[in-house]
Every structure is written in C-alpha cells, then in structure tokens.
C-alpha cells in the first residue's frame, strides 16, 4: 500500500523556543505545556510510524507485536513522555457559529491583530497568520495582556500543529480560543488524556487502507516505541540538561551512529516481524 503521510505544523512553535522570552514561557508552562516545551521538536520516522500502524487493532486500540503481544500508549507514557497532565477536567472541542467578522474581533481580542481574509477558513485559523504576528519580537515593555497573547498564540501552533493537527496540517479551529482566552485556567484540563484520545482516533483512521494522510500526536508512538524497542532507538549522547523530566527530551540529545531516519517502512517491518524477547 501507500506509506501514510503524517503531517504536523508545530517547528514553528518549536523554532523560537531557544530564544523565548521568559514572559512568555511562564505563561506557556503555567498552562501545563512544560514538559512538551522542554522535550524540543524532533523529526517524525514515518518509516516507523508506517510500521506501527501496520500492527494497530482498531477493536482493541494496541498494536500487535509479535513477543509483546498486545501493547499500546497508555495514559502514563503521556504523561512520562511529554509531561502533560492526565488528571483533571475533560477537554470538549465545541464549535460555535460566528460570523466572519465576528472571528476576526475574536482573533483580535485574544491574539492582538486582525487577521486577513485569506487566513480564516469558516472556523478555522491559519497558522501561517499567527506565526507571521509572532515575527515581530515581545517589545520589553509589552503589557500583560500583550505577553498573554503571545502565549496563547504559542499555545494554538502546538494544539493546531501537533496535539489535535488535521491532515491540513496548517490551521487551527477557532474553538480553542475557548481554551486559551483563560490561561490560568488552562492546567485545570487533561491535555494528556485527550491528547492520547485523539492519537487513538487518528490511528484508527489511519489504519484503514484507503487513508493517504493524518495528522495528530504521531511523534507520541515513536517517542513509546524508542522507549520500549532498543534495537530500533537512534544512538544518542547522554543528556542530562532536564534531568529526567520529561522523559521525552532525551531523544532530543545530540544523534551518534546511525540516525534511524534513513530506514525504510520495509525495514521497520522486518524488524518488528523478527523481534526477540530480550530485544523489548
């Protein structure tokens, strides 16, 4: 069959990071993004993320492997891996009609800017608008309000580009507005919890034969997979900059040997066919 395309747009919120006002990421990590924050951007193996989807059961929700049997991302790989809370109130994505200009003035009460035409699509925003705004630098005198919408502006390149993307990959629903308008409140909800639902859906979907591409916290499974599989992890410097949380930043370490990348989803394959009980 066709190798799935997995598709993210999240590098931006990822690429000022080294560089990220501290104003800001206090109100990023404040919200419950901490961990994913500190866990750093890392390139998606589509090779082995082919592989895996290969093996997922739609009815049971795991992956079938040969001497694990039955295993899956669980609630606490979430929260191991990327930090994010699996405790709290249920995160519900409820789209609310607004006329178009009714989306540009929430856009501008929330993020600071009118956004142009061409950027919103119904209910949709693009991602390129927001990372356009985030080009210009916080001013050192920003107010609060201001530091809070570069925050959320942030926050919605990881919702709409990594946690909750759609195979469109560059926009986010204006729904999550609902989210971020109340920073302070936002570390109440289980982020985890529906992060790991919403990787359970897309891989379903993904597992049909007719799906070409997804999006969704695909890099979730590779992150479980280098923990649980040595034998296909990449070689990397011990690193000890996080200490030990989240777990997830290790593979963020400086690469040595051979970088997994270049295999194939053949590849990945054979070796999942072939995996030994001391290989897990």
């Known amino acids: 069959g066709v190798d799935l395309d997995v598709r993210r747009c999240d590098k931006r919120f990822f690429q000022p990071l080294i560089h990220l006002d501290e104003r800001v990421a206090h109100y990023i990590d404040a919200a419950g993004f901490y961990g994913i924050r500190r866990a750093g951007y890392l390139t998606v193996d589509h090779g082995l993320i082919n592989a895996l989807v290969e093996r997922w059961r739609q009815e049971t929700h795991t992956f079938h492997l040969p001497v694990m049997g ?4 669980t609630l ?14 249920p995160v519900t994505l409820v789209q609310t009609k607004r006329s178009p200009l009714d989306r540009k003035q929430l856009v501008n009460d929330l993020l ?6 061409n950027m919103l699509n119904h209910g949709r925003l693009k991602l390129s608008s927001i990372s356009r705004r985030l080009s210009t630098p916080l001013p ?6 201001m530091v809070r919408q570069y925050a959320r502006m942030n926050i919605l390149i990881l919702l709409g580009g990594l ?10 629903s204006l729904s999550w507005l609902d989210y ?3 920073l302070d409140a936002m570390s109440q909800y289980s982020w985890g919890s529906a992060t790991l639902a919403c990787l359970y859906r897309r891989l379903c979907h993904a597992s049909r034969v007719s799906a070409i591409t ?17 034998v296909i992890r990449p070689d990397v410097l011990p690193y ?12 963020a370490a400086e690469r040595t040997g051979v970088d997994p990348y270049s295999r194939s989803t053949t590849s990945y394959r054979e070796q999942l066919a072939l995996l030994r009980l001391d290989q897990v």
């Open 70 to 73: 039955e295993a899956t991302v």
């Open 76 to 89: 606490q790989d979430v929260e191991v891996l990327w930090g994010l809370s699996v405790d709290g109130l």
């Open 112 to 117: 600071g800017y009118w956004p142009e035409d």
């Open 140 to 145: 050192a005198d920003a107010s609060d309000e």
């Open 163 to 172: 946690l909750f993307a759609d195979s469109c990959q560059n926009v986010v």
């Open 180 to 182: 971020v308008r109340d």
């Open 214 to 230: 997804s999006g969704g916290p695909y890099l979730l499974v590779q992150l479980w997979a280098w923990e649980r599989i040595p």
């Open 240 to 251: 000890s900059g996080i200490g030990d949380f989240p777990r997830g930043g290790r593979w």
